[in-house]
């Protein structure tokens, strides 16, 4: 069991300074991809940018999540910037 930290970042970060509890990194990154879904599905929330980062105890990031996929917010395709 361990405590992970899920970070919302878009070259900004918005850091998880509390973190959860979970029994395996395997349900630490299903809850990020969770996040990342119902964040998904915020009107408020339009930045193609933004993904979760799962970060365990030790400081190393587990797993990254997009929150939009490479999708804008109607669901149509985007190309990723060149860079």
């Given amino acids: 069991m361990g405590t992970f930290y899920f970070d ?4 900004a970060s918005a850091k998880d300074r509390v973190g959860r509890r ?3 990194t395997a349900a630490a990154i299903e809850h990020g991809k969770q996040l990342a879904r ?3 599905g915020d009107p408020w929330i339009d930045d193609l940018g933004l ?3 799962v970060v ?3 400081g190393a990031e587990v ?3 997009q929150v939009y996929k490479g999708q804008d917010r109607q669901g149509a395709w985007v190309r990723s910037p060149r860079l």
């Fill in 8 to 11: 919302a970042k878009d070259g």
């Fill in 22 to 24: 979970f029994q395996t």
């Fill in 38 to 40: 119902r964040l998904r």
């Fill in 51 to 53: 993904y979760i980062s």
């Fill in 56 to 58: 365990d105890e030790s």
């Fill in 63 to 65: 797993h990254r999540e």
